[in-house]
T-cell receptor, first 110, second 117 residues
Framework: GQQVMQIPQYQHVQEGEDFTTYCNSS?????IQWYKQRPGGHPVFLIQ?????EVKKQKRLTFQFGEAKKNSSLHITATQTTDVGTYFC??????????FGTGTRLTIIP | DAGVIQSPRHEVTEMGQEVTLRCKPI?????LFWYRQTMMRGLELLIY????????DSGMPEDRFSAKMPNASFSTLKIQPSEPRDSAVYFC???????????????FGSGTRLTVV
């Protein structure tokens, strides 16, 4: 079935380093959403991207939607311990069902 | 707003027993979703409702699983009989509407961690 692939699966970074996770689809997406799930918690909606080439920022987080609307990225500048968790992208494939990517688990080394 | 409320938070049951998970969506949200999360399979959509009507249950793994939404403020996911492979975290989520121009995502409940022994 249709799916979104995320890489990397895991990322360990020193506190203060940058972090990036990538989301890819073989088909064009109408939009893409990003979620964060803290350890032991539930997914929390971060943002939605709709337009080709769109870039949005939330403090140290930068979200990009590719020109072809087939890929997206989340970049965190100068990671902090509060950034620990799993980051998911999610997309609609022309229907009402939101399909989640496999997620990237971020751990921070203090 | 109290958000999406799920109960119980944890459930331990013996194989063969019936399990009922409950969800109260955010008032005014038209869509309700049931997801299952495991390490092996990630987040899987089981079923979703629009205005209390089941729209797509293709993700329900077997006939042992059933879901209902008798009114706009309550939904249940039932597993009968339960099996050890059903052990997972089950999330309920709600949304005001799906694809559109508004920047709305899903609001997830805290989940029910189910362990079947």
């Amino acid at each position: 079935g249709q799916q979104v692939m995320q890489i990397p699966q895991y990322q360990h970074v020193q506190e203060g380093e940058d972090f990036t996770t990538y989301c890819n689809s073989s088909t064009t997406l109408s939009n893409i959403q990003w979620y964060k799930q803290r350890p032991g918690g539930h997914p929390v909606f971060l943002i939605q991207l709709v337009k080709s080439g769109e870039v949005k920022k939330q403090k140290r987080l930068t979200f990009q939607f590719g020109e072809a609307k087939k890929n997206s990225s989340l970049h965190i500048t100068a990671t902090q311990t509060t950034d620990v968790g799993t980051y998911f992208c999610a997309a609609y494939f022309g229907n009402e069902k939101l399909t989640f990517g496999t997620g990237t688990r971020l751990t921070i080394i203090p | 707003d109290a958000g999406v409320i799920q109960s119980p938070r944890h459930e331990v049951t013996e194989m063969g027993q019936e399990v009922t998970l409950r969800c109260k969506p955010i008032s005014g949200h038209d869509y309700l979703f049931w997801y299952r999360q495991t390490m092996m399979r990630g987040l899987e959509l089981l079923i979703y409702f629009n205005n209390n009507v089941p729209i797509d249950d293709s993700g329900m793994p077997e006939d042992r699983f059933s879901a209902k939404m008798p009114n706009a403020s309550f939904s249940t996911l039932k597993i009968q009989p339960s099996e050890p492979r059903d052990s997972a975290v089950y999330f309920c989520a709600s949304s005001p509407y799906i694809v559109g121009t508004a920047n709305f995502g899903y609001t997830f409940g805290s989940g029910t961690r189910l362990t079947v022994v």
